[in-house]
């Protein structure tokens, strides 16, 4: 009983919240502004003066044709009006019977690590992405080094991972070994995607700039994280040269069982000489269509393909293989690279079921097995 008690105290360790219903969109007026290709419909930056040495404050700008996120109460809500969840009981009691945390050790087996290639990410010359594990992914634009969802955690769970699911396969990269990080992304505040442990490392090695949805500025803050921007769907930041857009996704948050919906989640454009989508978590819907008709079509795009079951829990927040490959096409995305899989014994389905029924879904489809990256943890790729 006392693990059970832990389960809800933790929010059902990684499994998402709740809805609420209308809140305004944040910003008044935008304006349209020049990037490398034709549309973007982002606010124009306030210039800099020539003769300024300091850098301006991170400030956020109004998106066109994207709406703010909305939400009744403290909890936000999925753009899709037809969005249900399974209740919090139908959660727990399918993590209770089902979840692999109770077989991890019949389920899983680590991924073969690849070599990393130091070399090419120390002279970032050119645009690359490196899979360390799960959603975390390194990335590298126009000599801009960024991250996505980082954790380095030997367990997905609350209390610094002393409760939780454990990792099987270890990253693909140490931490130490990193180059330098300029910013990193956060979906969601989820356990799998927001590990405290990894965020303070990163905070303390390199100072990056941590850009977040609404309400997790305030929670690294409260952990000593003052880096940091936090941006509504609909909004953008440009850093470095790069403009970084947030954008809806269909999923949920919270890292208890009373803070349920009431930080945002979100998927995230970063727009340079190539253009890069990162998914986040999230089931299927059509803002994927619809970040392709304002951003697209995308050079790369990083894609979860598991945590898919059981069905009837997941399919609301988590996309299958299929999925996944038809989010991919609807933003016209050149490449797809999966992740989310291989890493954390999360779900119901075989460790290493989602690369095959992607490989599966590409031929049914006809269509050319080289524009979906499955790679190996520390393996990287040019884009």
């Known amino acids: 009983m006392a693990f059970i008690a832990a389960l809800l105290i933790a929010g059902l360790l990684v499994l998402p ?28 930056a306030s210039p800099v003066s020539p003769a300024s040495t300091t850098p301006p404050p991170l400030a956020a700008q109004t998106v066109y044709g994207i709406a703010g996120a909305q939400h009744v109460g403290q909890a936000y809500k999925n753009v899709d009006p037809e969005y249900r969840r399974a ?30 290639d130091f070399a090419l990410l120390r002279a970032n010359a050119r645009p690359t992405v490196t899979w360390i594990g799960h959603s975390t992914v390194l990335v590298q634009l126009d000599h801009v080094t960024f991250l996505t969802d980082p954790t380095w955690a030997e367990r997905s769970g609350p209390f610094s991972g002393r409760l939780g699911v454990r990792r099987y396969t270890p990253p693909g990269i140490p ?70 857009v947030c954008l809806p996704a269909q999923h949920g948050g919270g890292r208890t069982a009373i803070d349920q919906g009431r930080r945002l989640w979100s998927a995230w454009a970063v727009l340079g000489s190539e253009r890069f989508y990162f998914a986040g978590d999230t089931g299927y819907y059509r803002h994927f269509k619809e970040a392709e008709q304002t951003f697209g079509p995308f ?75 499955v790679l190996e943890p520390g393996e990287t790729k040019t884009w």
């Not at 969109?25 to 349209?32: M, Q």
């Not at 130490?176 to 992304?185: Q, S, T, Y």
């Not at 933003?331 to 899989?341: C, D, P, T």
């Open 175 to 244: 931490l130490e070994r990193l180059p330098k990080i300029d910013f990193v992304l956060i979906s969601h505040d989820h356990y799998d995607h927001l590990d405290e442990t990894s965020v303070r490392r990163l905070a303390k090695r390199f100072d990056p700039v941590f850009i977040v949805p609404l309400g997790i500025k305030s929670w690294l803050a409260d952990r000593g994280i003052s880096n940091a921007i936090e941006l509504d769907w609909g909004e953008s930041v440009t850093l470095r040269g790069l403009t970084i």
């Open 17 to 44: 919240g709740i809805d609420g219903a209308a809140h305004q969109a944040r910003g008044d007026s935008a304006v349209a502004a020049t990037t490398p290709r034709a549309s973007n419909h982002l606010v124009a």
């Open 87 to 116: 209740s919090y009981w139908a959660r727990l009691q399918s993590l209770v019977v089902g979840g692999t945390w109770l077989f991890t050790e019949r389920r899983v087996k680590a991924l073969p690590l690849a070599k990393p």
């Open 299 to 373: 050079d790369l795009a990083v894609l979860p393909i598991g945590s898919y079951t059981p069905r009837e829990i997941a399919k609301p927040v988590h996309m299958s293989p299929e999925e996944a490959l038809q989010a991919a096409l609807d933003l016209h995305a050149s490449h797809f690279l999966a992740v989310h899989w291989g890493t954390f014994a999360l779900a119901r389905e075989p460790y290493d079921e989602p690369p095959k029924r992607l490989a599966a879904e590409l031929a049914r489809r006809h269509l050319d097995p080289s524009r979906a990256w």
